[in-house]
């Protein structure tokens, strides 16, 4: 569809970009230095590359963080596997999300990190790279990337796309505005009915409801190695993982475990926090109960005799989730919306989660219905649904069953997805 005018806002925006960009440009050094990027790296921030172009179609995957950037590696994997010729470069804006993909990348994929969004470090970034095709994921739709890039010829996809009600109405009151940034993308896919009555609701018609990338992103990586070395460790021991949980949650996962040990006292708690920077924090917590604990982080893979063993490294969640058949994840007992339940069924585990998770509130509606998938309220409920599947577990083998059945049944919409988006992009 042809795009309106943009509108003063946009106008304006371009030209105060380029004033801040400088500043900003300091700052965000000064961050990927103090998370160990290699200098020669910042750079990437303003748009001059640290790598070659590759020959060939190039196809540009856009991210926010880490969720978003690991959400499509098996589309580009697949999509790679079904045209040799095709290369990927995807970009991102932090530290964390460098670092994973540098162990994860599929093959023919490089990394950078993205540029700011001025015109100048855009318009260099374009023209070294000269993607073929450029696909934003989410919500990561910076004014200056989109318009330049949409200026050059680059056709534009918005991959997964969500906005919560709360955003909805902000965009709706600049809707000139978002009319026009949205309207530069010949496709977009959301992952949600919501989300597609949203964009509808300004005007774009365009916008289909299509399957959460995320349920497409396969098992987490982890090491084989120190995963049977773990299980040689812990020889046999019950256990269950608490991950991605947030301030405040803590304590729900603590008071279960304390209800727990009562009737298991040789269950282990592998704790997991989603930022593994709170460590300290969480540490604290758990002593002030007086539990017995080690540390991922200062103490490897120790977990003889303790109760609570705390897993705050980055990158090892795949671990945690081979290892345990019983998954609580958070994200969904504070007002957080909930974290990707796709990952802990790939691994075949139980999973349980609390009421607040609006933001994958689909999956969670169709986990619940194919099976092995539990909600629970608080610590009491999930004290109780642990301990029932600690002492049945006939129950947890389906549970498990169940979920993996699940997970496999995603792994169909990649083939469609691709289709869709080299007929949209007109990749060959």
């Not at 050059?152 to 919560?164: D, E, H, T, Y």
């Not at 955003?167 to 949205?182: I, N, P, V």
Request: charged share 20%; hydrophobic share 40%; aromatic share 6%.
């Amino acid at each position: 569809m042809r795009a309106p005018a943009p509108s003063g806002l946009v106008r304006l925006y371009a030209r105060l970009a380029g004033l801040v960009a400088p500043l900003a440009y300091r700052r965000i050094a000064a961050r990927l230095q103090a998370q160990d990027i290699d200098p020669k790296r910042f750079p990437e921030r303003m748009g001059h590359t640290t790598a070659p172009r590759p020959n060939g179609q190039l196809l540009w995957f856009h991210a926010a963080s880490v969720g978003e950037s690991l959400s499509v590696l098996s589309l580009i994997r697949h999509m790679g596997q079904e045209n040799p010729a095709l290369s990927f470069l995807i970009t991102s804006g932090t530290a964390t999300s460098a670092q994973l993909l540098a162990r994860r990348r599929p093959p023919r994929c490089q990394h950078q990190f993205a540029p700011l969004d001025s015109r100048s470090a855009v318009r260099r970034f374009l023209a070294h790279w000269r993607p073929d095709a450029a696909i934003f994921v989410e919500s990561e739709l910076w004014p200056n990337m989109l318009r330049e890039t949409h200026r050059s010829g680059v056709p534009l996809a918005l991959l997964n796309a969500r906005i919560s009600d709360s955003s909805a109405r902000q965009w709706k009151r600049f809707g000139r505005t978002a009319r026009y940034l949205l309207s530069l993308f010949a496709m977009i896919h959301t992952q949600d009915a919501r989300t597609t009555r949203h964009f509808h609701d300004l005007g774009l018609d365009h916008a289909v409801t299509g399957q959460n990338l995320k349920s497409a992103s396969g098992p987490l990586p982890y090491d084989a190695e120190l995963l049977q070395l773990l299980r040689q460790t812990l020889a046999n021991r019950p256990i269950w993982v608490a991950s991605s949980t947030h301030p405040g949650e803590e304590a729900i996962m603590l008071d279960a475990h304390e209800t727990l040990l009562a009737a298991h006292p040789d269950l282990l708690l592998i704790l997991v926090p989603r930022h593994p920077e709170r460590g300290d924090d969480v540490q604290r917590l758990i002593g002030a109960r007086n539990m017995t604990q080690t540390r991922r982080s200062t103490d490897g893979v120790s977990t003889s005799g303790v109760q609570v063993y705390l897993a705050d490294t980055l990158g090892e969640t795949g671990l945690w989730y081979a290892l345990s058949r019983i998954v609580c994840l958070g994200g969904s007992f504070m007002p957080v919306g909930g974290h990707n339940p796709y990952e802990p069924a790939y691994a075949g585990a139980a999973v349980l989660h609390g009421p607040l998770y609006a933001n994958f509130s689909g999956a969670y509606a169709d986990f619940a219905k194919a099976g092995g998938a539990i909600e629970v309220a608080d610590a009491t409920a999930l004290a109780k649904q642990i301990d029932q599947l600690l002492t049945r577990p006939d129950q947890l083998c389906a549970l498990c069953a169940q979920s993996s059945r699940f997970a496999e049944a995603q792994e169909d919409m990649l083939d469609a997805l691709s289709e869709t988006l080299s007929r949209a992009l007109g990749l060959r």
